[in-house]
């Protein structure tokens, strides 16, 4: 499984990886730069990456963790997302109703609507995953001039991480983000400061789809259900109403003379 070790201590905040992200996915660049001012954290349909203070002169690059056990693709109902088998998490806008899920699962919150659109759908960082299956580094990995980031096969940078951590005088705080986090992500951290800013937990260790998919499983038949009882609902209530349309008494009708009479008469 691929995945990308970020080294946040030599990041010096310059989104010319943002900017490569906008480019090589032809996004909005106007719009991207608008939703950067105006979002918590710069993320937007037209920005899938951007650069966070995540300390006095520290910044970090946020984007789709691609986690191991994604969240967002058990929520899924369609099958809009999937987790490609060597890593990054893709999403398919033929498959997407825009229903929203995905958004409310991710725990880093990182799935982004369009909401500028008359037809909206998800959008989100996809790891470059075609330029990956013909060998090449994503897009942001590429463009960066600091080599902050650094792409291969999620053991190799695991040793990687614990090597600079482990090293002599090397500054980095005793952690690896994203090696154990909600089951995992193919995006790892190493950083001399703390990285909450980013959206990390505190202490959850545990998958997330372990708690959405009983939930996601029973949503067809619960949508079924509630489809059923509006049904129902409207049966009986026009099934009232007509009975009490019979029943209610003729009312007289005026002759040209202006007398009333029956309506048999």
């Known amino acids: 499984?691929?995945?990308?070790?970020?080294?946040?201590?030599?990041?010096?905040?310059?989104?010319?990886?943002?900017m490569a992200c906008i480019n090589d996915h032809?996004?909005?660049?106007?719009?991207?730069?608008?939703d950067r001012a105006v979002t918590r954290d710069g993320l937007s349909a037209n920005r899938w990456a951007t650069i966070m203070k995540v300390d006095d002169g520290r910044f970090a690059r946020k984007s789709c963790m691609h986690c191991i056990e994604p969240s967002c693709v058990s929520a899924c109902l369609v099958g809009g997302i999937t987790k490609e088998p060597d890593g990054p998490v893709v999403y398919d806008p033929d498959k997407c109703i825009g229903c929203r899920y995905c958004?409310?699962?991710?725990?880093?919150?990182v799935p982004r609507y369009e909401w500028d659109r008359t037809v909206p759908f998800m959008r989100k960082c996809?790891?470059?995953?075609?330029?990956?299956?013909?060998?090449?580094?994503?897009?942001?990995?590429?463009?960066?001039?600091?080599?902050?980031?650094q792409v291969g096969k999620r053991e190799d940078l695991l040793k990687t991480a614990h090597r600079l951590i482990d090293g002599s005088n090397s500054g980095y705080l005793p952690h690896v983000w994203g090696e154990s986090e909600f089951g995992g992500t193919s995006v790892l951290y190493i950083s001399d400061v703390d990285l909450a800013a980013l959206g990390w937990p505190e202490t959850t260790l545990e998958p997330i789809p372990s708690l959405t998919e009983p939930l996601i499983s029973k949503t067809p038949f619960i949508g079924l259900g509630v489809a059923a009882s509006i049904l129902s609902i409207n049966w009986i209530i026009r099934r009232r109403e007509k009975l009490a349309g019979e029943q209610s008494p003729e009312k007289p009708v005026e002759?040209?003379?202006?007398?009333?009479?029956?309506?048999?008469?």
């Open 103 to 109: 958004m409310l699962a991710c725990p880093f919150h």
């Open 126 to 149: 996809d790891m470059c995953f075609e330029k990956l299956k013909l060998g090449q580094p994503p897009a942001c990995v590429a463009a960066c001039p600091n080599q902050v980031m």
């Open 255 to 265: 002759n040209e003379s202006g007398e009333k009479r029956g309506r048999d008469e």
């Open 26 to 34: 032809r996004l909005d660049s106007l719009k991207a730069e608008t």
């Open 1 to 18: 499984m691929l995945g990308i070790l970020i080294d946040t201590t030599k990041c010096t905040g310059c989104e010319k990886c943002v």
